[in-house]
């Protein structure tokens, strides 16, 4: 070991994975039941990641079980998804920073890390490879790899590839990793995930089965929402670096007008046209002779200009109102649902999209303040509730004005969609208030709450019309045989008569209202 | 650029910079504002590292100006610290992942990162360098840099460098970066931050200058706390990959018994005896002999052996009760200060101390819930407060038990030193709810509000003695005039005795009770 003097440093570079090893906490990793929890979150994300992307209906099995007591646990996650090439399999499971999700485009994978997490846990804790099977839909073969790192050098180490024939049409991957875990407390966190992810996903068949638990959700219909395009930046959303690479990886002996048209989010030639006259700026120049300055002249102005188009929501895939009130159905059973899907906004040139449902009464318990169902790009978000952004937002609206007094049976579902949802941590558990966002969940929330207030206000109405209604009835046997006596008819017969002409009544009255039956 | 039908998906791999310039909000560069704070901090600790763990007092000057209205802003800061090798200077300012702070001691920085974010984010954001001159304590030269980074690459690219004779004694380190950033809306948390950055540390001189303000701490004391020293990893903090690390890089040749003396956290001879002879374990057997199998069994064994020394805080450098009642006083100058610090503790294998301090009075303001000051490594933490673990348990205390009633003028500071500070994030802003970490937390605070609750008992009898006092006052004329009548003496000087005896018997009281004058 090297002596050194107080007065002097040792300094040393670390590997990618070496980083992620010693600070494991950072993406989720910080202790075996969290670890445990966050290991079949990433393998349920990249399963679905790997068939709705490419609108497969989902069809995701997830095996849990106790390998040795008390705390070496066994999970395995299988999907019907397109598989992995399997030249890619060694990187794509043991190399931190390393994937398909680099991409401009909504995807519940962004950082590249999540699955090299469960790897490098798994291994650190039971010394156990990982174990994977895989075919892409055009294969003609199915590989199945046994994988570890080396996390010093950030490579993957295979332990063993065997690749065979393929003779049925399966497609997909599963995967199996042997980790140290505590099923115990680990147990109902997953079981909320997996509740929570068949909400947002109804066209998904999810199977689970734990050490003492097993959930089937079927789903409850086969549409699905369009898959998200790859995007192109949006000008409002570069800096200097992005701006020089794009220059840099495009033939630089194109014109600026035709840079900005090509490589741009919605820039027709009109609004190139626009843009180059209000800049000043010669759409004539080659790229190759912008200086440094001129470069960053560009940018500046490209941030200034006020006459782009708003971000368009192709890179996108929100759910929309019908699929994410099937979502709501197929967990909350509740007496009513409201979604809205607001339109496309942006923030710092990303687009997104929020969406929102209201789920009241059914199954749902009263609750002192909305139980409230936080998801970003289709991901649930358990932790950190009380720094998320939809939180604060549900806490600061005045709840009575939209006739919800509580206790209530008021749950709140608030679905973020953006290429860069911003994240408070690479754990991906609570959304940054940033201002864009924080409005549009806000506006988002209002909106159904109208339609909300409608509802309970209809319920009130209604309430109002039965205790009516019976108190009226209370009165009919003293009328009827008052009539009898006056009449000599029946006095049943005469009762009988009077409710109907009631009935007759109430109805009448409750039409009037616009009244209708809530089924 | 490549055409991708819908069931593909391109791989690729990122570098780490790349990988956080992408994901910049994760580390705290999220937007201009909170760029600015954080470059400040990274710049202000990285300064703090280099004069203290070297038991150098430190003075730290940090000048920001506006350079370009709105939003181009300079930052400079400089130390007396012990200097960076000239040869090493690209690649601690350019490179990610680069450090000398990988190693088991108590600093402020610990991921590497955060001053690589700081060139990183004026890189794209203004395309300017970061500049440097830097000197240390031997070294006969003054070295200059101006440096970027090559962001894909992860490599820094020197733009000039530049070596004078040194003809003083001066060793230290000077910073200076043109950043994008927004001072109006930085500028409380950057004036916050200072603050507490010099209640932690009494020892040093720190001076500020922004554009429309000066800040100047002079150190109230010039004892140090002593610096930190590089530990060995405990039994109980280490997983199968250190193990298979430690025994890689030692002789293979040396044998059990000797490895687990030489290698860990206070294992000597006795203790070796005993847990191999509980372990079952040949400590003749030459490392280069063991199995995999038997090195997880040795892990196993080590990790549940109950015979292990407690971790020891040799690689810790609390501030002592001393010095924190000095840089509270030096702060929020309170009637009353009392300072707790507790001994070393450990959870998983890493060795942590609480130090707690509470504030009551003089310039504290009334508050409804007590203002809460965390601290990590001498960290200020200023975001996140409402998901840190202080605060919970904070809140949890029955104060009332402490005859505090809100609203009260309390402030509670929070200081966690450890090798390993469980961070919720890389953004380093709130502590996690680690058990151990936690009751610890809590039984500081009760400890400390023990001595508060005496203190204010006192201040109440007190009280009690000076109202009875006015009270039985108010009967010294009358009594006065009768006793005149009766005994013919004057009656201003039959009232002046009074006065006098009700001195001595109040005196008498107050000492009886304990009661001390308090200043």
Known sequence: ????????????????????????????????????????????????????????????????????????????????????????????????????????????????????????????????????????????????????????????????????????????????????????????????????TAMITPYADIYFKGPDVELIFKRNTRKMPTPPKVGKPHPYGIDLEMLRRLIEIH????????????????????????????ARLNGDKKLKDLST?????????????????????????????????????????PEYVVTVTRKTSSYSGNPFIVEVGLAWGGKIPMVRSPILYRFANKIPLLYDEGVDVARQVVDKIDWSL??????????????????????????????ADVVEVEKEIENAIKEAARSLRKYLTLIERKRALIAKRITISKYIPEVARALAEVTGTSETKIAKKLSLILDRIMRTESKKRGDIDHE
Chains 1, 2 share one sequence.
């Open 293 to 333: 300055s001129e470069i960053e002249n560009l940018l500046n102005k490209m941030k200034s200009y006020r006459g782009w188009r708003r971000p368009r929501a192709l890179s996108l895939s929100p759910l929309g109102e019908d699929l994410l009130r099937k979502g709501i159905e197929r967990i909350l059973s």
């Open 1 to 196: 070991m090297v002596v050194l003097s107080v007065l002097e440093e040792r300094y040393e570079s670390l590997s990618p994975s070496e980083f992620f090893y010693r600070n494991r906490e950072i993406a989720g990793f910080s202790n075996p039941t969290r670890a445990l929890y966050q290991t079949v979150r990433e393998l349920v994300e990249n399963s679905l990641d790997a068939t709705e992307l490419h609108k497969i209906p989902p069809d995701i099995k997830i095996i849990i079980s106790i390998k040795e007591p008390p705390d070496l646990v066994s999970i395995l996650v299988e999907d019907n998804g397109i598989g992995i090439p399997h030249e890619e399999v060694p990187f794509v499971f043991g190399r931190v920073f390393y994937g398909s999700k680099y991409v401009l485009r909504q995807s519940r994978g962004v950082f590249g890390l999540g699955i090299k997490m469960a790897v490098l846990y798994a291994q650190i804790t039971t010394g156990k490879p990982i174990w994977i099977r895989t075919s892409t839909m055009n294969s003609k073969i199915i590989a199945e790899y046994r994988i570890k790192m080396d996390i010093s050098r950030n490579m993957p180490i295979v332990i063993s590839a065997n690749f065979r024939k393929k003779r049925s049409k399966w497609h997909g991957t599963i995967v199996k990793l042997i980790t140290k875990g505590n099923w115990t407390l680990a147990r109902r966190r997953i079981e909320d995930y997996i509740r929570r």
């Open 251 to 278: 033939n630089r002996n194109i014109t600026l007008r035709d840079f900005i048209m090509k490589c741009f989010e919605g820039v027709g030639e009109g609004i190139a046209h626009n843009f180059l006259e209000w």
């Open 402 to 431: 939209y006739r919800v007094k509580f206790p209530a049976p008021l749950a709140v579902i608030v679905h973020l969609c953006s290429t860069k949802v911003p994240f408070k941590g690479v754990g991906k558990e609570a959304i």
